[in-house]
Every structure is written in structure tokens, then in C-alpha cells.
């Protein structure tokens, strides 16, 4: 991980990264006052970091989240990060008020950078079908609140709407139309305000709000008039946003029970109804992800094992490594080069570098344990007639026979 901040828009915890109140919401820059600053507290490092940040650009103390994580690994698994991220990130910010206040995360060094996926399912192609159905009927309502507030507020916007079945590619370019007609709406609210007139289309747009936004965000529109009942209307205000957080709260643990449980139907719909429209997107589109992502490992690791149970155990090389090492080249694909280093195989191509470990006879296979590389599959070493190692071969391209090298004579 790169030491410096890095930003993210957190849905699970934020719901809509907007600023309340009577603001310009989309078109403002982000200030210190919306920033959270959450590092390891476990890591010096990262600590460090995080208060150098807040000095330089003038972020609140309350606004540093400190997280307690042992683990250095970049990836965290699904459990541990809802148990020792979310879950306190959350509770950070409802604990000190600043859930509708903070519209972004800035992590630091010294915190995962990759979330696991869940395992693979058996019953995967039912769910991806059900939630896939819901989503893109998701995306279908979203659009028809979209053309609503732009027939309102923003007609000369343009829509920029697929004109086939909607996928999930298109929710972010959803968003920034809809963001776009939000502005021109909210001006014109404030218009109408002014002119105290025709309060029923205002109404409808607030409503548009209401179902993309979910209700906590149309309560932080609510500004009391001024007047002795000020204090009241805003105790009421703030006693309606709480109840609305723990709604949410309760719809994300619902949501964070087995993939199979009828009770995450639930949950759905109820941040679906607090949070909005978007937020139960977005929940769809995670859940999906989840679901190709632990597909793609659970493949890949059923081919590892394949691979293995093909290995002719009780073999040993027919020479010894120095003989491997040498050049080999292909007219295509250039010069590959194989080194004897510490009593193994290396494997260079181009600037890629790869560690081989036996596998059986005069076959080797990158070593996956050792480093990171580009380069994977085995290397299949050929002998001529007078016995000495003469030519490689390498799976480079899928669907494609081994591609093979020839020793370069010194």
C-alpha cells in the first residue's frame, strides 16, 4: 500500500456521500469538517500519518477514527472487515454525530486494502438471477425519477439513458444525471420559496428526494422556520433522523446474514425505504460483485487442483538446474532467459521475473508462493538426441498450444 491518504465514498456506512442542509450540495468542494481520518492505531506508521494529514489541512480531532487491526496483510476477510472496520467506523460516527456531517473516508496506510469475497455458493446462479431481476428493476425506477425531476426542474439537461435494458455499468452514469437535475432542482425550490408559490411541485421533487435519497436525507433539507417553536421543530428533526439511523443500522445487519436468509429480503427494502433507492442499488450491485468474485476464486482453485492431481509424485529432474539455465528465444516473443539462483529456477521474459519450483520429470511451475508475477503455468523443458536441454515451452496465451523457445547456442 502506497503511504498516503487514500479516498473512498463508503455506502455501506455514509449512504449518499452529500452534504445536508441548504447547500449546493454536488457542485461544493469537500472541507475538513466532511472528512474522516481512519488509520491503524496498531501501526506507528499510520497513526503518524493520519495527525500529519489533520494538522496540514486543519481536520477536527474528533474527526480521527482509530481502528485497532493487527493483521498487515492487504487483504482482510469479509467477517473481520464488518467486525473490526465497518461496524466501528460506524458506531464512531453515530457515537459522535457526524453520520449526515462526514461525506468521506480518507484511510491510511496500514489498513487492508482488499475486502475477501464470500465463499462460493452452490446455489450462486439462482441468487445472481433474483438479485440481478431486482436490480435492473431498480434501475428502472431510478431512471423514471430521474425524467420526473428533469421534467420539473431540469428539462434542457440531457438524459443520457441507455436505450436497451439497463445494466449495472449504468448506475453511476444514473447518478450523475440525476446529481445534475438535483442541482437545478434544489435552485428551484429555492425559487419557489421565495416566491411562495406553487408548493405542490416543490413537493414533488422533494418526494423524487425522498425515494433516491431515503427519508434521513429529505429530513436534513428541513430547515424550522425561525420563531419561539425553533427548538422544538428541531428536537423533533433530530429525534426522527435518529430513529431513521438505527432503521438503517437494523437493515445492514439483516443484509449481513446469510446470502439464502428470507430475513435479508427485509433488510433490503427497509434501506431501501430509509436509506433510498440508491443505497439499496448499491447493495445489490455488492452482493452481485460478492458473488462473481468468489465464483472467479472458487474456479480458480478447483483448476489449481486439477493441475496438481495430474503431478507425477516420486520424480526428479533428468539434470542438474545449472544445465536448465541459458537463453532461449522465439522469433515472436523474444528472449526468455532462466537462471540458477539459490539452488532454484528463475524465469525472465521481457521485465517480468517468475520463480519456478519442480513439478515432475523435466517440468517446472512458477512458484505462486514466493512473490507476485504476471507469469503462471508450467515450464516444460525439452531434450535433443545428445541429451543436453535445447528448447522450453510456455502456455503464454489462452486457447493457445505452449508457445516454445530454443536455446541459444553461447
Known sequence: ????????????????????????????????????????????????????????????????CP???????????RADFERLIRDPIRAY??????????????????????????????????????????FTEGLRVFEALIRELQ???????????????????????YYRVYNAAKQAAYEQIQRLKQQKTDEAEARRMLSV????????????????????????AKEQISQARMKIEVEVDAA?????????????????????RYDGLVAYLLSLRNDLARLETAETKAAVAKAQAEHQATR?????????LAAYAGSYEHPGYGRLVVR????????????????????????FEVDPTVGTTVLSGTASFSTNLKGEVDEVALPLEPGVKPIVFTRVKN
Open 1 to 64: 500500500m502506497l503511504k498516503r491518504p487514500s479516498y473512498f465514498a463508503s455506502a455501506i456506512i455514509l449512504g449518499a456521500c452529500l452534504p445536508a442542509g441548504g447547500t449546493a450540495w454536488a457542485a461544493e468542494p469537500l472541507n475538513a469538517d466532511q472528512l474522516l481520518l481512519v488509520y491503524n492505531q496498531r501501526d506507528p506508521e499510520s497513526t503518524g500519518l493520519a495527525e500529519y494529514y489533520a494538522k496540514a489541512r486543519h481536520v477536527p480531532p474528533a474527526h480521527l
Open 67 to 77: 481502528l485497532a487491526i493487527e493483521s498487515t496483510a492487504d487483504e482482510i476477510s
Open 93 to 134: 460516527l453515530t457515537k459522535r454525530g457526524l453520520r449526515d456531517q462526514v461525506r468521506c473516508l480518507v484511510t491510511f496506510y496500514g489498513l487492508p486494502i482488499r475486502v475477501g469475497p464470500a465463499p462460493a455458493r452452490p446455489d450462486a446462479g439462482p441468487l445472481r438471477a433474483k438479485w440481478q431481476a431486482e
Open 151 to 173: 421534467t420539473i426542474a431540469a428539462p434542457s439537461i440531457p438524459t443520457s439513458m441507455p436505450a436497451s435494458r439497463p445494466a449495472e455499468d449504468d448506475l453511476n452514469r
Open 209 to 232: 428526494f425522498e425515494q433516491v435519497e431515503g427519508a434521513g436525507r429529505l429530513l436534513s433539507l428541513i430547515l424550522p422556520s425561525p420563531g419561539p417553536d425553533n427548538a422544538v
Open 252 to 272: 445492514h445487519d439483516l443484509l449481513a446474514l446469510d446470502p439464502r436468509a428470507p430475513e435479508r429480503d427485509r433488510g433490503r427494502e427497509m434501506l431501501r
Open 312 to 320: 507425477k509424485q516420486g520424480t526428479s529432474p533428468s539434470h542438474s
Open 340 to 363: 540458477e539462483q539459490g539452488g532454484r529456477l528463475e524465469l525472465g521474459l521481457d521485465n517480468l521475473k517468475a520463480p519456478l519450483r519442480h513439478f515432475h520429470y523435466d517440468v
